[in-house]
Each structure stands twice: as C-alpha cells, then as structure tokens.
C-alpha cells in the first residue's frame, strides 16, 4: 500500500489582500498544490501541473488548456491516469471542472477534489483496491 509522506501545513494562511474581488486561486491553494506535487516527486511518482488559461498577444488570443481542466496528473504504474482538482477549502468548482469530473467518473478515471495534502495521501492509498477491482470485474 501506497503511503504519502504529508508536509505540516498548519498556519499557512493566505497573506492578507488590499483588494475589493477576492482572487481565484488564493496562496493556500497554491501552496496546498505544490506540496501534494512535492510528496509524489520525494516517491518518484510523476505528478503534473496542467496549466490552463488564455493570453492575449498583440492581436491574437491564444487558449491552452480546456475549459474544467484539472490542475494536476498524476501518471503511476498502478494507475494509467488520475486527476486531482485543488481547492482552498471552501472553494468552489465551475461548471467546466464540474463536468469534467462527471467525465471521469462516467468512465471510471480516478478524479479527486482535494483541498489539502492529506485529502490525496487517503484518496492515493484507495487507489490500489480500486485498480485492482477494475481489473477483476
């Protein structure tokens, strides 16, 4: 069984903003990101930050990425794929990050919603019983 060694994080709060909208991805979420990409780097599991967005250069916009992608990959070999979503917690997901996730349940690719590292350390450790029932039936 798969085992993630977890960072404290206890304390880590988002540094304070002069700001009247409040931001997408605030510094908690951030940090939550890199140190679930930290525990799979310290056990040589690929784990991959799928960056989406749009930037718009003299005349033309350009799109990378797709409407709800997740912000991580994880590529092992018990598991061909798996897709992690972060949110601070309380954060909510859009409609495209919503669909996507239905996605994946519908065709059995492990997707998890994760607002910390330990939420990923239960979900990994699940992983091996739900390759190895995918295998049998």
Known sequence: M???FLPNLKGLNP???NRTAPRANTRLEAATLKAIMDCFAWQGIRCER?????VRQENRFFRFG???CPDLMVLDQR???GFIEVKSPGGRMSKGQRE???FCHLHRIPHLVAASVEDVSAWWDKLPNVVKKAAEG
């Open 79 to 81: 598991l061909p794929v």
């Open 50 to 54: 799928l960056n989406s967005g749009a």
């Open 100 to 102: 996507f996730e239905q």
């Open 66 to 68: 797709f409407p709800g």
């Open 15 to 17: 540094a304070p903003r």
């Open 2 to 4: 798969a085992t993630l």
